[in-house]
């Protein structure tokens, strides 16, 4: 049955490894200030863990990454967003 | 002159008259040192995200205001002798901040408007 396996053939070609680029939302849709008061907005930004989630994931540039964070860091002051949780998505 | 932004969170525990006169407080406490308020949002009694001082639940206010910055120390200091407070923070508004805010409350207020007519 080995002869089988060799013998597939594919009408279109598999896509293997077509990584789509990343990019900023923020310059792409034009935002200039991140709200710390929108807690819901924020959440998109933090994993199940409420932990920030990394640029290298995001594709945030570094300028909106920092603002990212420093609202986050603001909502949390605020009782708004948790320090820690468990499930929060 | 800057423009800031303050949220404060006031305990739960007091009556609405109490909740009233604290806000009172910090409304006038601005308007004695040449503080220009220029909106101002109740956002009534909200759960915590994290318990403060064992209680759930805090009255938010937020306030925004422009002053000189040599006040802002002066108005952080208020809020910490103040028992009745559980959390604050100040922010100072740069020019992005400044058009987002004025942005939402337009929005806000079109809605408003477009929801009277409606009725």
Redesign the interface.
């Given at each position: 049955m080995a002869q089988n396996n060799s013998d597939i053939k594919y009408l279109t070609p598999i896509a293997v490894d077509t990584k789509k680029k990343k990019y900023c939302r923020f310059k792409k849709s034009g935002i200039k200030y991140i709200d710390y008061k929108d807690a819901n907005f924020l959440l998109k930004f933090v994993n199940e863990q409420g932990k920030i989630l990394p640029r290298r994931i995001m594709g945030t540039s570094t300028k909106y990454q920092k603002k990212v964070a420093q609202a986050v860091k603001r909502a949390r002051h605020l009782a708004l967003m948790p320090y820690v949780a468990d499930l929060l998505k | 002159m800057n423009q800031y932004e303050t949220?404060f969170?006031v305990t739960p525990v007091l009556s609405a008259d109490q909740m009233k006169e604290a806000v009172q407080k910090y409304q006038n406490y601005l308007k004695d040192n040449n503080a220009e308020i220029v909106h101002e949002e109740n956002w009534g009694i909200r759960k915590?995200?994290?318990p403060?001082q064992k209680k759930s639940t805090?009255f938010?206010y937020?306030i925004e205001f422009k002053v000189d910055g040599q006040f802002i120390s002066k108005l952080e200091t208020e809020f910490k002798r103040d028992e009745r407070l559980l959390?604050f923070?100040t922010?100072k508004l740069?020019k992005?901040?400044v058009?987002?805010n004025e942005k939402?409350r337009r929005i806000a207020k079109e809605a408003k408007e477009q929801k009277t007519e409606e009725n």
């Open positions: - | 949220v969170i915590l995200a994290y403060i805090g938010y937020l959390r923070l922010v740069d992005h901040a058009t987002y939402k």
